[in-house]
């Protein structure tokens, strides 16, 4: 019944902020169409926001209300559960995308912006040092939110600023000495939004730029698997060790529930091979844990998130 009445609530918000949004609304959307995983059940209500004035009339409209939302960027790192979501969902991809760059090598580009297309741009430019952030499957907000890393660097190396949102304070920055930056998290608050980040990096002629995205890009396709939907690394790589390299030993390379496979080419990845459920994933991810806290007195972390319904 709670859950119900959860979703009434969420669907008449729809209606509301359809009134004050200059962003799209969308109901009852099928969230595997905006995960890599291509997993996850329905959620009632996902927000477009146009710009920050769109993110700010939503997160009041949603607080005010007692209602509960969650930010979305590519959904690159993310496993939505069968049952789907009782929140309203609040995705960046139509805003937030601009990208400008200074005549000293500052860029700034905000959170909606994929990755790919920023390491393009900076190729452009001639600026070097955002290189291994080529395929990569997320944007600038998730990057920053999860100091995303690859080939031996991360986000937060480049950073020279970031900029926030949270309720009900508004808009402010931070500079990259002010927050700290460790392996896949950054010392951010839940309810802070990241709206974007400058990144300080250096001149480089764009034809050796483009030479190392090209090397960075062939070894990806030769370690990573890349022919079927993924959220990227499953877990965090454990002090010393690589959780691809344990979970081989343990025997469990290619292995499969239902369509969720460990990969045969990098075992810190499960893959979707076609109709895979969030609840197989979580059954190898279960069994990999098992395993490797049993055999090699190791606890593996999950470097996805989790989100939605425990139960109908």
């Known amino acids: 019944m709670k859950s119900r009445n959860r979703n009434k609530d969420l669907l008449k918000a729809a209606q509301g902020l359809k009134k004050e949004l200059a962003g799209r609304i969308e109901e009852r959307v099928l969230m595997k169409r905006y995960t890599t995983f291509k997993i996850g059940g329905i959620?009632?209500?996902?927000?477009?926001?146009?710009?920050?004035?769109?993110?700010?009339?939503?997160?009041?409209?949603?607080?005010?209300?007692?209602?509960?939302?969650?930010?979305?960027?590519?959904?690159?790192?993310?496993?939505?559960?069968?049952?789907?979501?009782?929140?309203?969902?609040?995705?960046?991809?139509?805003?937030?995308?601009?990208?400008?760059?200074?005549?000293?090598?500052?860029?700034?580009?905000?959170?909606?912006?994929?990755?790919?297309?920023?390491?393009?741009?900076?190729?452009?430019?001639?600026?070097?040092?955002?290189?291994?952030?080529?395929?990569?499957?997320?944007?600038?907000?998730?990057?920053?939110?999860?100091?995303?890393?690859?080939?031996?660097?991360?986000?937060?190396?480049?950073?020279?600023?970031?900029?926030f949102y949270r309720?009900?304070?508004?808009?402010?920055?931070?500079?990259?000495?002010?927050?700290?930056?460790?392996?896949?998290?950054?010392?951010?608050?839940?309810?802070?939004?990241?709206?974007?980040?400058?990144?300080?990096?250096?001149?480089?002629?764009?034809?050796?730029?483009?030479?190392?995205?090209l090397e960075y890009l062939k070894k990806r396709r030769q370690t990573q698997t890349v022919s079927y939907p993924s959220a990227g690394s499953i877990f965090k790589n454990p002090p010393g060790d690589y959780a691809g390299r344990i979970i081989e030993e343990l025997g469990l390379k290619g292995y499969r529930i239902g369509d969720a496979q460990v990969s045969d080419i990098h075992a810190n990845f499960i893959v979707n091979r076609g109709r895979a459920k969030a609840r197989d994933v979580l059954e190898l991810i279960k069994l990999i844990q098992q395993k490797a806290r049993r055999e090699k007195g190791i606890e593996l972390e999950l470097e996805i998130e989790v989100v939605g319904k425990a139960n109908d």
């Open 43 to 163: 959620c009632d209500v996902m927000v477009f926001p146009k710009n920050r004035e769109d993110l700010a009339k939503t997160i009041e409209y949603c607080e005010s209300r007692g209602l509960p939302w969650m930010i979305l960027g590519r959904g690159s790192n993310l496993l939505v559960l069968d049952q789907g979501l009782d929140e309203l969902v609040i995705n960046l991809q139509d805003g937030f995308k601009e990208v400008s760059f200074d005549e000293n090598g500052i860029v700034r580009a905000q959170a909606g912006v994929r990755l790919a297309h920023l390491v393009k741009q900076c190729q452009d430019e001639g600026l070097s040092g955002l290189e291994f952030c080529a395929g990569i499957p997320g944007t600038v907000g998730g990057a920053i939110k999860m100091n995303a890393g690859a080939q031996g660097s991360e986000i937060g190396e480049w950073l020279k600023s970031v900029e």
């Open 167 to 213: 309720y009900p304070e508004g808009n402010y920055h931070r500079k990259r000495d002010e927050l700290k930056f460790e392996y896949r998290q950054v010392s951010l608050k839940k309810d802070e939004i990241v709206l974007g980040g400058e990144f300080a990096l250096k001149q480089e002629d764009p034809r050796r730029i483009r030479a190392v995205i």
